[in-house]
């Protein structure tokens, strides 16, 4: 079955960095585009940023451009999101997503979250 799975949440003071994971399995991850969301207390689920399955093409949030760097590793079945000049704003509960369009695992995947807290 599909699963994913992030891992390196933290504490963190403002202003430093975290590289959160994903793990992927059950389906053939290089075939599709990857999605990093997070949720703050309080606030509806919002994108992050965006790749596409051979990582060539990335999409970032107003709010963490030049910030967030997402990329992948198709040959580990892994996204990953380089964060970098954290803001306590950042606090959130992060989630990777994978959408399979079609076939028998058509579906809208999403793991467990890894909680990133900034704060002093």
């Known amino acids: 079955q599909v699963q994913l799975v992030e891992s390196g949440g933290g504490l963190v003071q403002p202003g430093g960095s975290l590289r959160l994971s994903c793990a992927a399995s059950?389906?053939?991850?290089?075939?599709?585009?990857m999605r990093w969301y997070r949720q703050a207390p309080g606030k509806e689920r919002e994108l992050v940023a965006g790749i596409s399955s051979a990582g060539t093409i990335t999409n970032y949030a107003d709010s963490v451009k030049g910030r967030f760097t997402i990329s992948r590793d198709n040959a580990k079945n892994t996204m990953y999101l380089q964060m970098n000049s954290l803001k306590p704003e950042d606090t959130a509960v992060y989630y990777c997503n994978a959408v399979i369009p079609i076939g028998f695992q058509r579906g809208d995947y999403w793991g467990q979250g890894t909680q990133v807290t900034v704060s002093s």
């Open positions: 059950g389906f053939t991850f290089s075939r599709y585009a």
